[in-house]
């Protein structure tokens, strides 16, 4: 079967974003000071091939923590649904 994957990697909250604040404080610059604390990171969508969507769920882990996502600064989400 056919899965495709919408992955979403953050930086760790405990982290900074300087591309987030930047954007924070350019909020007030354009007239939207109520956004504050943006934090900004990727969208990733994928296709794999897997007998069942546990097996794909298995090897979208195994992308992300290999090569889509930094363990050390970075967390990830993802959802799946065949395709």
């Given amino acids: 079967m056919k899965f495709k994957a919408e992955i979403d990697v ?3 909250d405990a982290l900074l974003d300087p591309q987030g ?3 924070s404080n350019s909020m ?3 007239g939207m000071p109520e956004i504050s604390e943006v934090r900004i990171g990727r969208h990733i969508r994928l296709h794999v091939e ?3 969507e546990s097996a794909a769920s298995e090897k979208v882990t ?3 923590k290999k ?3 930094n ?3 970075e967390s ?3 959802s799946i649904e065949a395709v």
């Fill in 10 to 12: 953050m930086p760790l």
């Fill in 67 to 69: 090569l889509l996502a």
């Fill in 21 to 23: 604040k930047a954007v």
């Fill in 50 to 52: 897997a007998e069942n």
């Fill in 71 to 73: 363990a050390i600064m």
């Fill in 28 to 30: 007030k610059t354009v």
């Fill in 62 to 64: 195994e992308a992300c």
């Fill in 76 to 78: 990830f989400t993802f």
